[in-house]
């Protein structure tokens, strides 16, 4: 039973222009909701994360929004750049006594071109 | 600040053997959770440690076990190594009731 679900499973964006990351969860009782970038044999590096009592937050050039209704989750990067290309997990924490555990989506596969 | 620490980066088994692998988390960090990646399962969580206890397990057999010191450094250990084993392990800190993870760089395990 997949939890979270990254149903583009690849992204290809020219430089400058907005990426725009999706995720889909099941479980309403999810707390918080993290992205993360990851490049191949390193580990994730967090981007951003959001509370279920929020509905977007922003660092820089990455926004997140989170739909509760719709149970689904997204990362804006504007302007998107080179260096941006890597792998993106969406992560959702249930919080309480499990804050220390994360289940992931399966990735999505940023690719910006110069 | 130093990042989370894993060592060995790499490291190359046969099947039957056992590994031991070690983390040092962030400074302050008391929790250290880990994960295994695949490629036909991706990042999957195995246990989390906070003040020396296991507060958290994931659905991984008996032969995966780990533990925290008073200095909140933790080990991992996979017992009976099979192939499947093969993975990226990874080790993550956190302040305690903090939803942002932390990751090392992994731990590169090959079973042949």
């Known amino acids: 039973d997949q939890q979270v679900k990254q149903n583009s499973p690849s992204l290809s964006v020219q430089e400058g222009r907005i990426s725009i990351l999706n995720c889909d969860y099941t479980n309403s009782m999810f707390d918080y909701f993290l992205w993360y970038k990851k490049y191949p044999a390193e580990g994730p590096t967090f981007l951003i994360s959001i509370s279920s009592i929020k509905d977007k937050n922003e660092d820089g050039r990455f926004t997140v929004f989170l739909n509760k209704s719709a149970k689904h989750l997204s990362l804006h990067i504007v302007p998107s750049q080179p260096g941006d290309s890597a792998v993106y997990f969406c992560?959702?924490?249930?919080?309480?006594?499990?804050?220390?555990?994360?289940?992931f989506g399966q990735g999505t596969i940023l690719t910006v071109h110069p | 600040k130093a990042g989370v620490t894993q060592t060995p980066r790499y490291l190359i088994k046969t099947r039957g053997q056992q590994v031991t692998l070690s983390c040092s988390p962030i400074s302050g960090h008391r929790s250290v959770s880990w994960y295994q990646q695949t490629p036909g399962q991706g990042l999957q969580f195995l246990f989390e440690?906070?003040?020396?206890?296991?507060?958290n397990k994931g659905n991984f057999p008996g032969r995966f076990s780990g533990r925290q010191f008073s200095n909140s450094r933790s080990e991992m250990n996979v017992s009976t190594l099979e192939l499947g084993d093969s993975a990226l392990y990874l080790c993550a800190s956190s302040r305690d009731r903090d939803e942002k993870l932390f990751f090392g760089s992994g731990t590169q395990l090959s079973v042949l």
């Open positions: 992560a959702v924490n249930a919080g309480g006594t499990s804050y220390g555990k994360l289940t």
């Open positions: 440690y906070f003040s020396e206890t296991q507060r």
